[in-house]
């Protein structure tokens, strides 16, 4: 304000001193920048209320979003210009052409003024917003203004994922045996047989009244119920495949689901996330929002985390490991922490990465411990277990 009044003091004195037509033109010229400039800065901008509407809170990796920006105000003072920046957390750029969200518009006298933006490409995560600055200034620049308008919102957007034609597994090895369809209960409604009594029977399965007929101990026999559950276990070790591994898991688990099946989801990193077997479209959910906000912060190697924190959580069902790092110490720990369960360990490539000689000694290493591994590439994951079928 003080160098405005300057140069209008100045102006003025110049004239008249000076004197003549040109020097009060300059004088005249001046006076109504200066003027606005006085009034630009006398204007308050907490004049201005601002809302902020975003069309979906719960996107798809890879799509886009448009955002809505509305400002309103009181007194309509004429501004020439308006810059308004909406702070945004950096992640939400990560994969887009966009670096910042700041537009430049032109209200003059609007008391509403209303503005859309759109981001391209949104990685998975979970994205803040913070706040929105307004700044305006005067048409010469000597001066400018700003309001921060605190305005939070959140969008969580959600792992992408391809369609899987699931189907339970039923393998065999060469040396070792693991069967997906694994008997972990047996229905004690009706009998289908009978055998002789073995040490460890309970007493209530025993048949008496062939006993009575025969005095020979004899145990009923009942149908053995098969599951189809699994429970995904995620590597998150930092790795550049971790983004395909993320896509693997969701889609993965949505092809189980929609068998019919249960699913459950762990992973360790900076904090442990566990998802219950369980089944239904909220569940989904449930695994789609742990994987959402899921990040590649594990400071310890994926053996140890199998190690300390034993993901044998769910002994009766098929655990199924995605990992993009395979090493005979991951082999040996699995094994070790899985002793009940079926294992199936995904082995996430980058595309057109051809397989090593070491990698097939570790696959042989698991095959004989009854451990399945299927090499899955990046981006080719629709057909994997019809490829697992053939194998």
């Known amino acids: 304000m003080l160098l405005v009044l300057v140069l209008l003091a100045g102006t003025f004195a110049f004239a008249m001193f000076q004197g003549g037509f040109v020097s009060w033109f300059l004088f005249y010229s001046f006076l109504p920048f200066s003027l606005y400039s006085l009034l630009v800065m006398i204007y308050p901008l907490s004049d201005f209320t601002v809302s902020r509407s975003i069309k979906s809170q719960e996107l798809k990796a890879g799509s886009s979003v448009i955002i809505t920006i509305q400002l309103k105000r009181s007194f309509p003072v004429p501004l020439f210009y308006l810059v308004l920046e909406d702070q945004v957390s950096t992640s939400i750029f990560s994969t887009s052409q966009v670096s910042q969200v700041k537009k430049l518009i032109y209200p003059w006298f609007k008391k509403t003024i209303k503005l859309e933006y759109e981001i391209e490409n949104l990685p998975r995560g979970e994205h803040d917003f913070t706040s929105l600055e307004i ?9 400018q ?5 605190h305005l939070k919102d959140v969008i969580l957007v959600y792992p992408s994922y391809v369609q899987m034609n699931y189907q339970p597994l039923n393998v065999r090895f060469d040396q070792g045996a693991a069967s997906a369809d694994m008997k972990i209960q047996r229905d004690t409604t009706v009998a289908t047989g009978l055998r002789e009594y073995q040490p460890g029977d309970r007493v209530s399965w025993i048949h008496w009244k062939s006993f009575a007929r025969t005095n020979d101990l004899m145990t009923k026999e009942f149908e053995e119920r098969k599951s189809h ?7 998150r070790t930092p790795s550049l495949l971790f983004e395909d591994m993320v896509t693997f898991t969701s889609s993965l688990s949505r092809a189980v689901l929609k068998k019919g099946a249960q699913a459950g989801y762990f992973s360790s990193g900076s904090s442990n996330q566990l998802v219950p077997v369980k089944s239904g479209e909220l569940h989904q959910r449930q695994i789609d929002y742990q994987l959402a906000k899921v990040q590649p912060d594990s400071r310890r190697s994926f053996n140890e985390v199998i190690k300390t924190e034993g993901v044998s959580m769910a002994p009766t069902a098929i655990m199924m490991v995605v990992t993009s790092q395979l090493t005979r110490e991951l082999i040996e720990q699995i094994h070790e922490s899985s002793k009940t369960s079926t294992v199936m360990i995904f082995y996430i490539k980058a595309k057109g990465v051809q397989g090593s000689s070491e990698e097939q000694q570790i696959k042989a ?25 053939q194998a």
């Open 229 to 235: 559950d699994t429970f995904f276990v995620l590597d």
């Open 135 to 143: 700044k305006t200034g005067d048409f010469l620049g000597i001066f």
């Open 145 to 149: 203004k700003s309001r921060r308008l």
């Open 365 to 389: 290493l698991a095959s004989s411990k009854g451990i399945l591994v299927k090499e899955s590439y990046a981006g080719h994951f629709a057909n994997v277990f019809s490829e697992v079928k």
